[in-house]
């Protein structure tokens, strides 16, 4: 550890998430989250659940 850090160029504030990442608020029914608790991270589970049913809704869109 040194002995004195220089912080005259930090910023105040939040740490912001790494670019392309926005944070939400989200309420999930108990059996929902239960089940993501069983090896695989929560974000991980979400994002893979929305992006096929954004592909999907595409495919229905386009009528494939």
């Known amino acids: 550890m040194e002995a004195s850090y220089d ?8 740490v912001r998430p ?9 309420f999930l029914e108990g059996d929902v989250h239960a089940a993501t608790q ?5 974000q991980a589970v979400i994002n893979r659940t929305l992006r096929a049913a954004i592909a999907q809704a595409a495919a229905e869109r386009a009528g494939v």
């Open 7 to 14: 912080f005259s160029d930090a910023k105040r504030g939040a």
């Open 18 to 26: 790494a670019k392309g990442m926005v944070s939400v608020t989200l």
């Open 38 to 42: 069983e090896g695989l991270g929560l």
